[in-house]
């Protein structure tokens, strides 16, 4: 089993830079996936960025690359998604999900992840 719990979202101005981090305890294997998933209201779950533990493999999604950046902390078990330049189109619920390395690659699916966090509200203000 593996539990994840998200922290770090809050509201901020356009232009605004946040860091999301999710702490992840339980049994983790080299292989797993963790990724971040937001939800904004009427709109599916959509891959933001995912990381394998290892931290050999990054993939993210297009309308964040560049501005955005996900990392590992081992020390502290957690993985950190920094976003800067924040868009009002960037406010939802941000969710971290564990994919316990069957596919051996960052999937951008949401059905193919087996742990979720709670969510933690960004909310970026025009």
């Known amino acids: 089993q593996v539990q994840l719990v998200e922290f770090g979202g809050d509201v901020v101005q356009t232009g605004a830079s946040l860091r999301l981090s999710c702490e992840v305890s339980g049994r983790i294997d080299g292989s797993y996936i963790i990724s971040w998933f937001r939800e904004a209201p009427g709109k599916p779950r959509l891959f933001v960025a995912g990381i394998s533990w290892s931290g050999h493999n990054v993939d993210y999604m297009d309308s964040v690359k560049g501005r955005s950046r996900i990392y590992r902390d081992s020390a502290k078990n957690q993985v950190h998604l920094q976003m800067n330049s924040l868009k009002p189109e960037d406010t939802a619920v941000y969710y971290c999900?564990?994919?316990?390395?069957?596919?051996?690659?960052?999937?951008?699916?949401?059905?193919?992840?087996?742990?979720w966090g709670q969510g933690t509200q960004v909310t970026v203000s025009s």
């Open positions: 999900a564990v994919e316990t390395g069957v596919l051996r690659y960052i999937s951008r699916l949401a059905v193919e992840y087996h742990f």
